[in-house]
Structures are given as structure tokens and as C-alpha cells.
């Protein structure tokens, strides 16, 4: 079976740009879970969705990031405008019960 | 206060040692799930064992086992013999199973290397 799949697998791109990550859970998961992991902060969990509605955003950093998952199969993580501070790797998990399983993240930079 | 807390930032050893990776939680719920998971340098995290409240029973894995104590709200990881190929940032979880919601809580992580 295929894991979650995150694309891309690396974003450059300048301050000011919008930037959409993308993520398609493990078939027949009902969690999804966004993180960002930065080496001053760690693991954060940013939003978590239970059957494509979301659950808790309190981790989300501030307007400018925002998540969708329109389908059990897809999520986008949007961050527009884009800033240098916004430079992290970025994960998708997905579970069906307690255990998560990520993906291989998206390396993020934001110059 | 739902916390978990990993002491040791790095640990060093030589190939074969043992070793021993601490990890402490607090909790005030009576249910809950704890987990390990290894961060290769590729950078993935990958699912190591799950361990819930109610299941004080050490598991061992090959070379890996882990020590849940709920008198002392600690879950050790031991892997013994290590190897090259054992280092990693290794992260603790807690999920209080609260409304049947699974929101981890993680340690800051603790970086093995293993020297050969």
C-alpha cells in the first residue's frame, strides 16, 4: 500500500509568493494532520481535519495559512503571502486510530 | 497540563553499546496512547510502537524494547547492540484519548548517534 504522499518534495520560492503543499492520506484513513517542524520550535501541530471537516486550527500561525480538504484523498496547506519566517519542513499525517503515519514532508524556503 | 519531556538533547555511543532514550509525561487523563517514532537524516518519521494506558507490559522488538512505568509516568526506549544505522532524532508521543480525539502532544526529540 502506498504511504501518504506529500508534493513537492522541496518549495523555494520568494517572499510574498503563495505557496500550496499538497497531500493525499493513506486510503480509508479518516484523520489528517498537518506539522510544521522548524529546529527553534520542533513538531507543531498547525490543523488537524476527522472526516474532511476541521477539527482544531489553533496551531494554524495566523491568517495567512489556511487548509482544505475538499475529498477523503486530498489536502492543500496554503500559505499566502509567504514569509522567510514561514521556512520549515512541513508534514502530512494521516490515521485511522491512535497511530500516525507521515509523510515525507515538503522542505519549504522562503527567501 | 499535557506534557512530555525528553530530557537528553543528544546522546552519543559506540556501535554495540547499549543505550537508553528517557521519556516522561504528564497527563491527567486515565486513558491515553504513548508512542516512539525514529527521524532517520533522510528526514521521514517513521511509527515505532504504540503503548496504551492500561497495558504496563514491556515489549520488545529485536534489539529494540521499551519500559512503561506508570508510577514513575515514564516510557523508555532501549536499543541494545546499536548500530550505525540507529541514528536518528527519536520522538516521544502522548495522545489523550479525550473525546476520541488523537492530537499528539511530542518531546523536543533526542538525537542518537551511533559511532563505529
Known amino acids: 500500500d502506498a504511504g501518504v504522499i506529500q508534493s513537492p518534495r522541496h518549495e523555494v520560492t520568494e517572499m510574498g509568493q503563495e505557496v500550496t503543499l499538497r497531500c493525499k492520506p493513506i486510503?480509508?484513513?479518516?484523520?489528517l494532520f498537518w506539522y510544521r517542524q522548524t529546529m527553534m520550535r520542533g513538531l507543531e501541530l498547525l490543523i488537524y481535519f476527522n472526516n474532511n471537516v476541521p477539527i482544531d486550527d489553533s496551531g494554524m500561525p495566523e491568517d495567512r495559512f489556511s487548509a482544505k480538504m475538499p475529498n477523503a484523498s486530498f489536502s492543500t496547506l496554503k500559505i499566502q503571502p509567504s514569509e522567510p519566517r514561514d521556512s520549515a519542513v512541513y508534514f502530512c499525517a494521516s490515521s485511522l486510530s491512535s497511530e500516525q503515519f507521515f509523510g515525507p514532508g515538503t522542505r519549504l524556503t522562503v527567501l | 497540563a499535557q506534557k512530555v519531556t525528553q530530557a537528553q538533547t543528544e546522546i552519543s555511543v559506540v556501535e554495540k553499546e547499549d543505550v537508553t532514550l528517557d521519556c516522561v509525561y504528564e497527563?491527567?487523563?486515565?486513558?491515553?496512547?504513548l508512542f516512539w517514532y525514529k527521524q532517520p537524516p533522510s528526514g521521514e518519521l517513521v511509527f515505532l510502537i504504540r503503548?496504551?494506558?492500561?497495558?504496563?507490559q514491556n515489549e520488545i522488538s529485536g534489539r529494540y524494547s521499551w519500559n512503561f512505568q506508570k508510577s514513575t509516568s515514564s516510557f523508555n526506549f532501549t536499543i541494545t547492540a546499536s548500530q550505525v544505522v540507529d541514528s536518528a532524532v527519536y520522538f516521544c508521543a502522548l495522545t489523550p484519548f479525550t473525546s476520541g480525539t488523537y492530537k499528539y502532544i511530542f518531546g523536543t526529540g533526542t538525537r542518537l548517534k551511533v559511532l563505529a
Open positions: 503503548r496504551n494506558s492500561f497495558d504496563e
Open positions: 486510503s480509508g484513513h479518516d484523520y
Open positions: 497527563t491527567r487523563d486515565t486513558t491515553y496512547y
